[in-house]
């Protein structure tokens, strides 16, 4: 469907009785589509090429994780009843359930992520915390958690992850933006040919967000500079004197 929508090859389709849409504008809108689309590739990535997205995504050594187990998108986890005392103040009354984008559970931890697009939505202190309190409070919780806030992060990030971390101490928190995402993908060295596939849809589906292939770093440039000194033969300028 990813590669029909790109070629222009879907069709149409019209949403709440209104006007005709193409399939890459509705795309485009929904960031649900963005989420099951480039995390669903991911699942498909071999073993080792898993470990090198994550590792190099999250800062860390992710050995001690285990193999892959599954992925879950938008599970719903259910508040206890009665809530904690100390979640009290951040609960209204009809609340039921929260509901993470997805869940990813390896072996030994699970990767809880909580995406908001390029474009629009920002990621709020409330909903981490009601992920994290009814994630843990189910019964299929892993003991060790790592979260994940990807997109539209606030300057207020870091306090956020502190603040939670004295209520949840077993969670390691990390946050990043799409286009973190998008180098990743493009700069890790992808051994296996279908790790390349994969990582090529990722890459088109990222585009259709308008996070596209990053500039050259700056390293590179000055590397040339060093390796091409400028002339210091002016003579070209006095002949046209």
């Known amino acids: 469907m990813l590669n029909a929508i790109l070629e222009g090859k879907a069709g149409r389709i019209m949403l709440d009785g209104g006007e005709p849409q193409s399939w890459r504008t509705v795309f485009q809108s929904y960031e649900d589509l963005l989420t099951a689309a480039i995390w669903s590739r991911v699942s498909y990535l071999s073993p080792s090429a898993m470990d090198q997205f994550f590792s190099a995504m999250l800062g860390i050594n992710r050995d001690s994780w285990g193999k892959f187990e599954s992925i879950t998108f938008w599970p719903k986890y259910v508040f206890p009843d009665p809530a904690d005392e100390k979640m009290q103040p951040f609960l209204s009354g009809d609340e039921r359930f929260a509901e993470p984008d997805l869940v990813i559970a390896f072996e030994h931890t699970a990767l809880i992520i ?128």
């Not at 697009?117 to 299929?140: C, F, I, M, V």
């Not at 979260?147 to 390691?172: H, I, R």
């Open 114 to 241: 909580e995406v908001k697009p390029p474009a629009g939505g920002r990621q709020y202190l409330q909903q981490w915390r009601k992920e994290l309190y009814t994630y843990l409070a189910d019964d299929n919780a892993k003991d060790s958690v790592h979260f994940l806030a990807l997109g539209n992060l606030p300057a207020t990030a870091e306090n956020w992850f502190q603040e939670l971390k004295t209520q949840f101490p077993q969670v390691e928190f990390h946050g990043t933006e799409w286009r973190r995402v998008r180098e990743v993908f493009q700069y890790t060295e992808w051994e296996a040919p279908q790790d390349k596939r994969i990582v090529a849809d990722c890459l088109k589906a990222l585009a259709l967000y308008g996070i596209r292939e990053p500039l050259l770093p700056w390293q590179r440039f000055h590397q040339f500079m060093a390796d091409t000194p400028l002339s210091n033969n002016f003579s070209f300028l006095k002949e046209q004197q």
